[in-house]
């Protein structure tokens, strides 16, 4: 167990010295090519620190934090862009560091959060709230640790489906709760009510997992739609732009699964972000041909959609993560996890049955 902690505080220190080094010395380079230079060396350190974890999940989520996002973000500091250029963070030390290291998205000043979010006024309030949220994720993962192996495999999958949608939801929206309360920022909802999707398009673009559309959008999106304007034209530019996004999203993927399996890419998942780019391609293609003459009543394209993305995880994004054991780790580290808990909160209780004795 002290090796554990002081592992995971090697790294965690590790990450906080890097972010200081981009504050206080990469930040005094000129905008560009030697201020990117500047952040090699960062851009390489924040790659192998997942490597240095004891834990799996843990390991998971700093690669998404910090390997992804994080160096993402830094790519677009070094271009004067994105949320660590802002006034606020290039004056504060405190801010810059929680904007690059957590996956928050900072509210826009000029524009109210209903222009930002789905047009949509389906609601079902009780599941954007975080203390549901962790209540369910908790009630889930009790479930699959006892009955993992007694669940149909397809009841298996479809139960892995929700914990990935709630543990995501959960870190990203704990991420922005404890950035609110203690930095004091306004921020945006880390997702907007997936599962009321109409659409692939809605789904990916609007609705699920915004941190991460956003960075997509900034870094890969935009730069790939300008250079395409010019060979393709301004009307066709947008759509090989979606394919990189889709692209480079399975390809960090991919990377995340290596940091939990360190096994050789079996490429599924990079092939399950693709297929889903190629989609929301050919859904674009076919509203602008039909253009609005077939719309389909949102109680049948909304389960088409989760429908579509659910049976494509079945098919390629779940397999790799199940076939190299790396779910049965996990959810063993959920288990210790909770036996430590349980044992503490017991000591706690005896202790103080024997105080008032």
């Excluded at 990079?270 to 509203?287: A, D, N, Q, R, Y």
């Excluded at 390629?316 to 049965?328: S, T, V």
Aim: with cysteine.
């Amino acid at each position: 167990m002290d090796d554990w902690v002081k592992k995971h505080i090697s790294v965690y220190s590790t990450l906080i010295l890097s972010l200081c080094y981009c504050h206080f010395i990469s930040s005094r380079f000129p905008i560009g090519f030697f201020r990117l230079i500047s952040l090699l060396p960062i851009f390489y350190l924040f790659t192998i620190l997942p490597l240095f974890l004891p834990s799996v999940f843990f390991t998971a989520v700093l690669a998404f934090f910090i390997t992804w996002l994080a160096n993402f973000k830094l790519i677009l500091f070094a271009f004067g862009q994105g949320p660590l250029s802002s006034d606020q963070s290039s004056k504060s030390l405190h801010i810059f560091i929680t904007s690059a290291a957590l996956p928050i998205r900072t509210k826009l000043k000029n524009y109210p959060s209903s222009q930002l979010q789905s047009k949509s006024t389906k609601k079902i309030p009780i599941i954007n709230n975080l203390g549901t949220e962790i209540l369910a994720s908790a009630i889930l993962i009790a479930v699959l640790v006892d009955y993992k192996d007694k669940l149909h495999p397809r009841i298996l999958l479809l139960a892995y489906c929700c914990l990935v949608f709630l543990l995501v939801d959960c870190l990203v929206a704990s991420s922005s709760f404890l950035v609110r309360a203690l930095v004091g920022l306004e921020l945006e909802p880390p997702s907007d009510e997936p599962y009321l999707s109409t659409s692939l398009q809605e789904f990916w673009g609007k609705r699920w997992n915004l941190t991460v559309t956003n960075t997509l959008r900034q870094t890969v999106y935009k730069p790939v739609r300008s250079a395409s304007a010019a060979v393709l034209g301004g009307e066709l530019a947008p759509l090989p732009a979606v394919l990189a996004a889709f692209l480079v999203s399975g390809l960090m993927h991919e990377l995340l699964f290596y940091y939990v399996t360190r096994a050789k890419p079996s490429w599924e998942m990079t092939s399950f972000f693709v297929l889903h780019g190629i989609c929301v391609v050919l859904e674009f293609g076919m509203k602008k041909a039909l253009n609005g003459r077939l719309n389909l009543p949102w109680f049948v394209s909304g389960p088409l959609t989760v429908g579509f993305v659910v049976v494509t995880s079945f098919w390629l994004f779940f397999p790799p993560l199940i076939r190299n054991g790396a779910d049965a780790v996990v959810f063993e580290e959920f288990r210790c996890f909770g036996e430590r808990v349980r044992n503490w909160m017991m000591t706690r209780v005896d202790g103080n049955v024997g105080f008032r004795q």
